[in-house]
């Protein structure tokens, strides 16, 4: 089984600020990681992903996520906020067997001027 | 190239009725994945199919069915329509299939609301 945990249903920050989005995860096996942005009325589209490679995954549009097996977490962050970062953003986990992708209930990310 | 393709975009029904929705994948992509999304239950896994055989498939009932075609194509189809179906329903398509999908490209999305 596997699942995932966003932390904050909303998170707002101030344009040229630090973004971090909070995602903990649950596999029983050691899985592969994504995070995927969803502007509105559109599909979603990966930022990055970790598959066991190197811990610190860097991805589109300036967004960067760390692995922590100790912590089983898989945050993503971003140095400075554009107004353009603005859109509901997913983290998920494939544990392998037949769940397919296991995503979380998502963090909306507001950019405040 | 063209993306992930997903018909209609927008559809309404009543409850008790039947729809079918349709995915074309990326060309080469074989793999296709449906998801449902609402604001409740966010993003759920709802089936996947490769080479024509599925593959996957999440926890809903009978109701919800699906195929693939040689063309990788793919269409789901939801039978005795209840209010709770309404949804956004997501395609996506890959390479590969499971674990070792990679990077899935999501089609738009069909909004489907039943009244």
């Known amino acids: 089984a596997q699942s995932v945990t966003q932390l904050g249903s909303h998170v707002s920050v101030s344009e040229g600020a630090l973004v971090l989005l909070r995602c903990n995860y649950s596999s029983s096996v050691p899985p592969y990681l994504f995070w995927y942005v969803q502007y509105p009325n559109q599909g979603l589209q990966l930022l990055l992903k970790y598959t066991s490679a190197a811990t610190l995954v860097k991805g589109i549009n300036g967004f960067e996520a760390e692995f922590k097996k100790s912590e089983t977490s898989f945050h993503l962050t971003k140095p400075s906020a554009h107004m353009s970062d603005a859109a509901e953003y997913f983290c998920a986990v494939s544990g392998g067997g037949a769940d397919g992708l296991t995503f979380g209930k998502g963090t909306h990310l507001i950019i405040q001027p | 190239k063209a993306g992930v393709t997903q018909t209609p975009r927008y559809l309404i029904k009543t409850r008790g009725q039947q729809v079918t929705l349709s995915c074309s994948p990326i060309s080469g992509h074989r793999s296709v994945s449906w998801y449902q999304q609402t604001p409740g239950q966010g993003l759920q896994f709802l089936f996947e199919?490769?080479?024509?055989?599925?593959?996957n498939k999440g926890n809903f009932p009978g109701r919800f069915s699906g195929r693939q075609f040689s063309n990788s194509r793919s269409e789901m189809n939801v039978s005795t329509l209840e209010l709770g179906d309404s949804a956004l329903y997501l395609c996506?398509?890959?390479?590969?299939?499971?674990?070792?999908?990679?990077?899935?490209?999501f089609g738009e999305g069909s909004r489907l609301t039943v009244l």
């Open positions: 996506a398509s890959s390479l590969g299939q499971g674990r070792d999908t990679g990077e899935l490209f």
């Open positions: 199919y490769f080479s024509e055989t599925q593959r």
